[in-house]
């Protein structure tokens, strides 16, 4: 019985000689230096020999260091909230996740004044409670979180909206956000 020669598709055919580089000539595959995997290697190569040094190469050469990491975590929490809900309003969407948002721009979301409200509820159950412990007003902490939303989305958005199409499935920043808010509750 005579073997059966499979034919390629066009689109498996593609696929091959985009990752054949042509300048080689001798058919080495790109994939082998297009991986993940071979790139611990390559670092030790050429003198990176730790992770942390890795990453801090990448953050300074980064494409994104003039945008600025946490302004596209800041821009993603607002659009993934305002997604969910339609019709719902920026200033709702920043206290939704107004803890979270407070971290990233590097405040403590506990030395928050929250209004007028909030300070009557917690008079009553703290009778030494002080304004000058909360320096903040949450109005202000929005109005910086909008400014850096509306930067943001003026001046990059097509770099945001590529970088949110290839980060949709990482959360390390709001892992790491939930940890940080963890550790501040308990130093509460």
């Known amino acids: ?16 000689s985009d990752t054949i580089p042509f300048m080689t000539g001798i058919g080495a595959y790109a994939s ?6 071979s790139i611990e290697n390559y670092s030790k190569n050429h003198g990176i020999y730790t992770p942390m040094a890795l990453r801090q190469l990448i953050f300074r050469n980064s494409p994104l260091a003039k945008v600025g990491d946490t302004n596209l975590e800041i821009a993603r929490i607002i659009d993934e909230d305002l997604a969910k809900t339609k019709g719902k309003s ?11 948002l407070c971290v ?12 007028a409200n909030w300070a009557a509820v917690q008079k009553k159950k703290d009778k030494s409670f002080t304004r000058k412990n909360y320096p903040k007003h949450y109005t202000a902490i929005i109005k910086t979180v909008q400014s850096r939303y509306t930067r943001l989305l003026a001046s990059n958005a097509d770099t945001y909206k590529s970088w949110c199409k290839a ?3 990482n959360r390390d920043t709001l892992k790491f956000l939930k940890y940080i808010l963890k550790k501040l509750d308990k130093r509460k």
């Not at 920026?90 to 979270?100: G, Q, S």
Request: hydrophobic residues 40%; glycine residues 2%.
């Open 32 to 37: 082998i230096f297009n991986n993940w995997n």
């Open 167 to 169: 980060n949709t499935k």
């Open 1 to 16: 019985m005579r073997k059966v020669k499979k034919l390629l598709s066009p689109k498996n055919v593609k696929d091959i």
């Open 90 to 100: 920026f200033h709702a969407a920043c206290l939704d996740n107004f803890r979270e």
């Open 104 to 115: 990233l721009i590097k405040i403590d979301p506990n030395t928050i004044h929250m209004g």
